[in-house]
């Protein structure tokens, strides 16, 4: 199994990014002590993990503490001993997919600034997991999340950057990958 897992840290100074390696990590307490390491003094800790060009997990701490997770779909639990680790322990799913599917097409073709989202094709055996507000504050409410990762033809990559880039963490995010 390939995955990317990307940390961002922000501070009052800004955000700074690293590369985290999971294969390590035991179970979700080792993980997020992976994501405090990052930077202990940090507002807000972000880690994004993409595997095989199917899944995604977001998870967020506040201040090294709170964490909250998501999942794209509950099937990485089933697929990887990473998706266990990270979403398996996760039983509330994070919306219905059908009630993301018309709020989200409102809420994209009512910003004007995501032409990708204006049309949205759901995938509909996706099973998003966890808290999809977890970027609520940050400029990425539930739906909006919800449709992007729900979005035909979206990659984790692809919703990674997406996201990072709304919240102001795309260039460090970025230059990881290119490392």
Same mark, same amino acid.
């Given at each position: 199994?390939?995955?990317f897992? =990307?940390?961002v840290? /922000?501070r ?5 990014a690293?590369?985290?390696? +999971?294969s390590g990590?035991? &179970?979700i307490?080792? #993980?997020?002590?992976?994501l405090? @390491?990052? &930077?202990?003094d940090?507002?807000v800790s972000?880690?994004?993990v *993409?595997?095989d060009d #199917?899944?995604l997990?977001?998870?967020?701490l506040d201040e090294?503490?709170d !964490?909250?997770?998501?999942g794209s779909?509950?099937a990485?639990a *089933?697929?990887?001993r990473l998706g =266990? !680790? +990270?979403?398996?322990d996760?039983?509330? $799913?994070? +919306?219905?997919? @059908? &009630? %993301?599917v018309e709020?989200?097409? /409102? %809420?994209a073709?009512?910003s ?7 049309? $949205?094709?759901? &995938?509909p055996?996706?099973d998003?997991?966890g808290d =999809?507000?977890?970027l609520?504050?940050l400029?990425?409410? =539930?739906?909006?999340l ?5 979005? *035909?033809?979206m990659?984790?990559?692809?919703v990674?950057?997406? #996201?990072?880039? #709304?919240i102001?963490?795309?260039?460090? %995010?970025? *230059?990881?990958r290119?490392?």
């Open positions: 199994m390939s995955y897992a =990307a940390a840290a /922000r009052a100074s800004g955000w700074t690293a590369e985290v390696d +999971l990590a035991a &179970d307490d080792e #993980v997020a002590d992976l405090r @390491d990052v &930077d202990q940090a507002e972000l880690l994004f *993409e595997s #199917v899944y997990a977001i998870m967020r090294g503490e !964490l909250r997770i998501f779909d509950s990485f *089933e697929e990887s =266990a !680790l +990270l979403v398996g996760i039983k509330a $799913p994070a +919306l219905e997919i @059908d &009630d %993301v709020p989200a097409a /409102r %809420v073709g009512s004007g600034d995501d032409d990708d989202d204006n049309d $949205p094709v759901v &995938d055996d996706a998003p997991v =999809a507000d977890l609520a504050d400029g990425i409410s =539930a739906h909006r919800l449709a992007i990762c729900s979005h *035909e033809g990659l984790p990559a692809d990674t950057t997406k #996201v990072c880039q #709304v102001g963490c795309g260039n460090e %995010v970025e *230059e990881l290119e490392a």
